[in-house]
Every structure is written in C-alpha cells, then in structure tokens.
Nanobody, 121 residues
Framework: QVQLVESGGGLVQPGGSLRLSCAASGSIFGINTMDWYRQAPGKERELVAT???????NYADSVKGRFSISRDNAKNTVTLQMNSLKPEDTAVYYC???????????????WGQGTQVTVSS
C-alpha cells in the first residue's frame, strides 16, 4: 500500500513562516508530479504548487514569490516552504503525488490526510 503522510502544519501569525513536508512510502516504483493543494472552509480545493520529476515548478498566482516547493527524489518527499503568510492562506493543506505502485502496476494519484495551517494574530 502507498501512503502519503504530511507534517508541519500549525498556527502562525501573519507574516510568519511554516514548512510543510510530505513523505510517500510503500511499494513505489516511481513518482511523477508531486503537488500541494489547499482547501479553506466553504471553498473548493485549489492547487497551490506543483513540482515535476525533473523539478520544474508551477505556483498559483496567490502564492508566487512567497511559497517554494521542492522535492527529494531519493527520500520520496516533497516540501512546501511558506513565507510571508497571510490570513487568507488559512486552509487544510494536502499533498498529492502521481505514483507507480507495485500493487497496481499503474500510475495513480494518491493523497495525504491533510494538515491544518492557520494564520491568525
């Protein structure tokens, strides 16, 4: 079974920083794109940042210049560094990854359980 486990959420004041991490584990043959999404109360889930297997990145306009996504292919991890946080960044953050798993012998999208980020004074 493939699992994605996030860590690093919490409460931070406006202007502060947080670092989210996500580790993929299980019988994994390969990982393609890794993403971070977020979902605020009453809103749809939105894409925050994406990183490909060759480390090309893409960001939502709302986080450009403040957030940075990176990955460690040897450890099957993806990290989201969030700086200059704003109250509107408050949401549950989910990592996602396109993974080729031994159990399915196919590419599928897997999701973590989510981690709460609250930006408030």
């Amino acid at each position: 079974q493939v699992q994605l486990v996030e860590s690093g959420g919490g409460l931070v004041q406006p202007g502060g920083s947080l670092r989210l991490s996500c580790a993929a584990s299980g019988s994994i043959f390969g990982i393609n794109t890794m993403d971070w999404y977020r979902q605020a109360p009453g809103k749809e889930r939105e894409l925050v940042a994406t990183i490909t297997s060759t480390s090309s990145t893409n960001y939502a306009d709302s986080v450009k210049g403040r957030f940075s996504i990176s990955r460690d292919n040897a450890k099957n991890t993806v990290t989201l560094q969030m700086n200059s946080l704003k109250p509107e960044d408050t949401a549950v953050y989910y990592c996602g990854a396109e993974i080729f798993a031994r159990s399915t012998m196919s590419w599928n999208k897997y999701w973590g359980q989510g981690t709460q980020v609250t930006v408030s004074s």
